[in-house]
């Protein structure tokens, strides 16, 4: 079992629709990591939090420590977030800024 | 500010060949991790270079060597390539080894094993 499990893996949305992806782990963690990966593989950081929720514009990022979860919300959403959102860990048992990743969902918004 | 350089963008080895992929961080950033990238996969970590010396390793064998420079560019190697390292390698910096310090990725280096 992968220590980061993302759902669902592809999500298929009609333009304007509210979206959620989300994110269970196993270990201890001192961060979550939500990135964006589009078609050409670069991989940009939405967001970085280890309790409670960020807001990014439409982007919403919550997190609950006790249940190990994690949510990504794309609220109206439009043809240019289609992407690859990927879930990744900072673990307590490793020091330093190394990261385990999720496998990722592919959104696809239709417009 | 130029963030994460990565070099070349793409790449054809054949088998048994060996291949060096480099990496510039973002400016002022002093730790580069690297991470492999298979298709329709998360990426998964190789290892992580600071002050010059491989700090943390992932579960890759040891075909899979780095280096990192004064200047904190880093280089990957890998030898004896197969057909199973074809993938998207990734570099991240980072300042220091400072838990919960953002990630900055490169565009990744696509490499292709005939």
């Known amino acids: 079992k992968n220590e980061v499990e993302q759902s669902p893996q592809n999500l298929t949305a009609q333009e304007g629709e509210f979206i959620t992806i989300n994110c269970s782990y196993s270990?201890?963690?001192?961060?979550l990591h939500w990135l964006q990966q589009h078609p050409g593989g670069g991989i940009v950081s939405l967001f970085m939090l280890s309790s409670g929720k960020k807001k990014h514009g439409r982007l919403i990022a919550t997190i609950n420590i006790q249940e190990k979860h994690s949510s990504l919300h794309i609220t109206a959403s439009h043809p240019r977030d289609s992407a690859v959102y990927i879930c990744a860990v900072s673990p307590l048992e490793t020091s330093g800024s190394r990261l385990t990743f999720g496998e990722g969902t592919q959104l696809t918004v239709n417009p | 500010d130029a963030g994460v350089t990565q070099s070349p963008t793409h790449l054809i080895k054949t088998r048994g060949q060996q291949v060096t992929l480099r990496c510039s961080p973002k400016s002022g950033h002093d730790t580069v991790s690297w991470y492999q990238q298979a298709l329709g996969q998360g990426p998964q970590f190789i290892f992580q270079y600071y002050e010059e010396e491989e700090r943390q390793r992932g579960n890759f064998p040891d075909r899979f060597s780095g280096h990192q420079f004064p200047n904190y560019s880093s280089e990957l190697n890998v030898n004896a390539l197969l057909l199973g390292d074809s993938a998207l390698y990734l570099c991240?910096?980072?300042?220091?080894?400072?838990?919960?310090?953002?990630?900055?990725f490169g565009d990744g280096t696509r490499l292709s094993i005939l």
């Open positions: 991240a910096s980072s300042l220091g080894q400072i838990l919960n310090q953002p990630q900055h």
């Open positions: 270990v201890g963690i001192s961060a």
